[in-house]
């Protein structure tokens, strides 16, 4: 949630992708469950080049 709050507010498209990307696909799709090894998530993050100035350097890290 506060990944896209962050990108609505900068007007940023992203996407998940890596290992939760799998595991949304096969678990959605198929009922697969692949047991996370890590709890990372993987973004990517289409940006203009004149907006680069825009995107805080601070990374998302969660509480836990």
Request: charge should be negative; charged fraction near 25%.
């Amino acid at each position: 949630a506060l990944v896209d709050r962050v990108a609505r507010a900068l007007d940023l498209a992203y996407f998940v992708t890596g290992a939760m990307a799998r595991d949304i696909l096969l678990h959605g799709d198929f009922v697969i469950d692949t047991g996370r090894a890590t709890m990372d998530i993987d973004l990517a993050v289409a940006v203009e080049a004149r907006s680069r100035e825009a995107i805080p350097s601070t990374s998302f890290r969660s509480a836990a």
